[in-house]
């Protein structure tokens, strides 16, 4: 006697003679087969004696049968009700799973993932149900069946948390890639926190104050530092040495006598390298620059009679962000501008001027309130616009910085000056070296003296 179930979700159920059923999910459509097996026993009370009968003459073993037997059918068809249920979710998981994949998303392979491993869970506590249920008969046999099919699922199940393991290993290697990119990060905005609190040092600006400075309007609240006027020094005397290079080139290219030049600038100095012989040209640019420094205007007339140390401060600021020939191309008749314009002048002599170019063309050009756009002038803008900004910076100080010179055979004095030579030689019995020139003044900010660079007279320097 046999019988057969047809369901439209893909299965089929299939009953033969010897009380076993077949239970069967096909996915042909997704290249997917999973089959099962579950044997159970559907007997009438009557059949068991029957059964009895036709194996009279065969050997019994003793078996558990009669859990089996008590059995209820109600129970055994909400059994298989529940097996069908859970294959019909195993299928749907499985379509999900793949759905995932087109397009590909991994959050939704993830879930979908679970789900399918979820329903196999599902279906083996099914499976460990009915066996417990319905115990097979003892058998003494080595290859007993059940033995058989308990080692393949234990190695199904291996196979899977292999997969598992290596599914997490992957992750686990994913998120130490992402540790240590989060780590690089971190490193770098370090690096770019370490360069602004730089750069607010610089400018005279804590990160407080910064942060603060616009809570009260009309209130002077920047506070100014040594160290960010000793680097303005720096960066002028920096600015003296570079525009001295494309003179001394221009006057070498002119014919001029360079040795005679240096000594009509300051006769009698014994320079101990013929080299030294630039730094009277520098110190020639930075005695023409600085004139009127110590005035709050720099001899200008200023465009409003109440600058405060707050606006110079802003005017520093601004203005160092700028290009100079910008600057001046924006408002030729500006403070900058008249200053850039004068100091030209004052710097570059007319005869000068007209052995370099052979007309005074550029220099009537400056004169008529003009910037021109030549090389050697914005070479020159750029030196003009660092001794602007060092006026504007030492102004808004609280008192001003004071600027002071060093006169030609003074005697050496390592608290107020610093030598441009640095491998310079004291013998015993040799007196105190003197200032030759000074190559750039030296100033006095509150308690604290940045000294005067000059250029000893007489010296002997390491060979």
Known sequence: MSSYFK???????????????????????????????????????????????????????PQPMEEATNQSPEAMEALVSKIFTNISSLKSAYIQLQAAHTPYDPDKIQAADKLVISELKNLSELKHFYREHNPKPVCASPQDSRLAAEIQEQQSLLKTYEVMVKKFQSEIQNKDSEIVHLEQQIQDSSQRRVKLEKNLKLRGLSTKESEGSGGES????????????????????????????????????????????????????????????????????????FIGFQDESFGMKPENQDETRESLYQEYLSLREIDPLDAVGQNPDSMFGKFCQRKYLTVVHEKMEASFFGNLDQRNYIVDGGHPRTAFYQAF?????????????????????????????????????????????????????KVGLMVMPGFGIGGSIIQSQVYLTGIKVAE
């Open 381 to 433: 803008l750029k030196l003009a616009k660092v001794i602007w900004l060092l006026h504007r910076l030492a102004h808004s100080f609280d008192p001003p910085v004071k600027v002071f010179q060093v006169k030609r055979d003074s005697e050496f004095s390592e608290v107020y000056m610093e030598s441009v030579v640095k491998d310079f030689i004291i013998e015993n019995g040799d007196e105190k070296p």
């Open 218 to 289: 009309g209130q002077f609240s920047l506070e100014l530092s040594p160290e960010l006027f000793r680097s303005a020094v720096e960066a002028a005397s920096r600015a003296i040495h570079d525009f001295s290079k494309p003179l001394i080139n221009m006057m070498k290219a002119a014919g001029w006598d360079l040795d005679a030049a240096a000594s009509s600038i300051e006769p009698n100095i014994v320079y101990a390298k013929r080299a030294h012989k630039k730094y009277a040209f520098e110190s020639q640019i930075c005695l023409r620059m």
């Open 7 to 61: 369901c439209s979700n893909g299965l089929s159920f299939v009953g033969k003679d010897f009380h076993a059923f077949r239970v069967t999910l096909s996915f042909s459509s997704l290249n997917f087969t999973a089959q099962f097996s579950l044997k159970v026993d559907m007997q009438h009370t009557g059949a068991k004696d029957t059964q009895l009968r036709e194996s009279s003459n065969q050997k019994v073993h």
